[in-house]
């Protein structure tokens, strides 16, 4: 296994006038500026401030979260609410109605972050929310909740980018690590696990999908994408194709049915039908992009499995129901009692249960196998660039299926890296990431982002800085032509500047600050200062 690695010395393709911005060890940040001929690192470690608190809000798709977490990575308290049976009707995320129930959720889920962690928001140290990517009508709700507490609270407000969100939780200290204890005035460490940077970082959501080089906070190369559907969204439309019963998800739905595991249907009472779980060679699904092996990016594309899946699904299950039906009105008939010559509704289930779970078994091999292989070619790409990788991170709501992460696993392994999930109630949005991506930045010296053009600075009451397109990182020009003009993510990313362009703004504008002698000096800004800096 490969150790995390203290700073490298290879120069980083992203850096602009920085020739180096470097972490070290769990977090530590050092950069240097080609206009400066002093070697002198400009920029201080990362300073962590294990008793800061933060309160985290997310409301960027279909589930509220809120919680507050100390900077020494313990929870103290959160609270989360699912809009999953709200739209499973509408085989979709409503925008309007998922604001509308933000709108009712947000209130009591900040309160019971608040309660169960035994704080007010007045003794907060800053707000935290996500300002994109998402619904636009969803991010609003949680920008405007956040920004209000943070105004009442006169604490910084920090703009959280989802995806970052999502690939620094695998850095949150696991509970009752080292920081813990009251009292306790030593820095606390990162676990062994936590994985330092530069790290690659598989996410695997409902509307993402992205293989990435994380080289720092705010410091991110895009080695792959999809080409058309997220994993999470095609398992969510895959489950609907199998008429599954999407709870608490559509993916978790297909992995249990993939298990012979069934929620919802008339096997679904105290005596569950056996079902032997799905064979995952039953159908043959084709792996996607097989003929376009000599793609040098990690892009995945799964409309083409969905479309096989639908198909083979439309040629086996009406069959099948109809049987069920046929079976179940015709013991109805005689009042619960079963002819002999017809097969019963219970077999009648058993079979059709069967064809659902090879389906689903089916479907999801091919599924992870291709992000699996993908992963591989990321990692390799990655490797290429900076060798000192310290572990893949595998994270985001698909993240949370068993098959998955032993593939990675594996992929990992054989790279000699090891494999790093965040737990699986981490894995799908919650509040704690939002928290921890703010503790993140804030460490870094990194959160507080430049404002959109034309917003006053302090915002006025009721002013919420919303990205709902907002790239993690910039395409190359190479990336750009390798997915091809058809692609989606290209035509849509571009509404706003990228997070790591904007992170290196930032960096820019200290080094200006402390170039203009208004810094307080390299490496001892210390807390206050960057508190301060990020204060509305
Ligand atoms: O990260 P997340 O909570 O929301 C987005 O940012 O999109 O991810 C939600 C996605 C959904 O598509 C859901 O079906 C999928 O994660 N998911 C799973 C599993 N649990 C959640 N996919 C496969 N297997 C699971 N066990
Ligand atoms: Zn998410």
Redesign the pocket.
Known sequence: MRQPSPASTAPTSSSLLLQRHRHRGNGAIAASSTSSSSSEPLWPPAVRDPRRLVLGVES????TGAAVVRGDGRVMGQALVSQQELHAPFGGVVPKLAAEAHQRAIDGAVERALAEARVAASDLDAVAVTSGP?LSLCLRVGGGKAAALAREAKVPLVQVH??EA?ALVARLPAEGGAGEGEGGDSPPLLPPLAPAFPFVCV??????NLVLLARGVGDYSVLGTTLDD???????KV?RMLGLD?S?????????AAAGKFSGGPDSSSSPLAIQPGDPRAFGFVRPLKNRRQQKGANVSYAGLKTAVRMAAERTLPELLDKLAAAEEKEKENGGARDENESSSSSALSLLRKAQADLAASF?RVAVEHLAEKAALGLKLALAEEPQCSALVL??????????RREMEGVAAAAGLPLVCPP?NL????GVMVAWAAHERLDAGVARLPRPEGMPDPAPEGWVDCRPRWPLAAETAAFRAELGSSARWVKTARLHESLTELTREVLLREQQEEGEGKGSGGGGGGQEKKEEEVAL
Do not use: I, K, W, Y
Not at 427 to 430: E, P, S, V, Y
């Open positions: 960027s798709c279909d589930d998402g989802h995806l999502h996410l695997a959501s409902g509307g993402h997220a994993l999470g969204e095609a398992f969510d489950a999407a608490p998800s559509g993916g978790a739905a297909v992995e249990s999801q994270t985001g709501g698909v993240a949370r299926n068993a098959l998955l699986p894995c799908t949005d919650n």
